[in-house]
Nanobody, 117 residues
Framework: QVQVVESGGGLVQPGGSLRLSCAASGNIDSIYAMGWFRQAPGKQRELVATINILGTTNYPDSMTGRFTISGNSAKNTVYLQINSLKPEDTAVYYC???????????WGQGTQVTVSS
């Protein structure tokens, strides 16, 4: 079983930056990709970025430019750097891990990001 725990959220002013962290534990050798989703109030959860064990990253068109996903395999951690934050980036950000042989991904509890002056 794989567990993921997010950290790094908080209150940020518009234009600021934030780095979220996601630490994986458990059967980490079975993880082949990780990623970030977010869910804003009243909206559906949406994909922000993914990264696989080869370091290949993927971003939806709407997330290119200000979001950067990276990983540190030695620390079993994935990061999400968000720059030039906007109020519409306010959301709960969830980390997700994809495990070989598992029928469903593993979700974290989420970390709140609030962008406000």
């Amino acid at each position: 079983q794989v567990q993921v725990v997010e950290s790094g959220g908080g209150l940020v002013q518009p234009g600021g930056s934030l780095r979220l962290s996601c630490a994986a534990s458990g059967n980490i050798d079975s993880i082949y990709a990780m990623g970030w989703f977010r869910q804003a109030p009243g909206k559906q959860r949406e994909l922000v970025a993914t990264i696989n064990i080869l370091g290949t990253t993927n971003y939806p068109d709407s997330m290119t430019g200000r979001f950067t996903i990276s990983g540190n395999s030695a620390k079993n951690t994935v990061y999400l750097q968000i720059n030039s934050l906007k109020p519409e980036d306010t959301a709960v950000y969830y980390c997700i891990a994809f495990e070989k042989g598992s029928t469903s991904p593993h979700w974290g509890q989420g970390t709140q990001v609030t962008v406000s002056s």
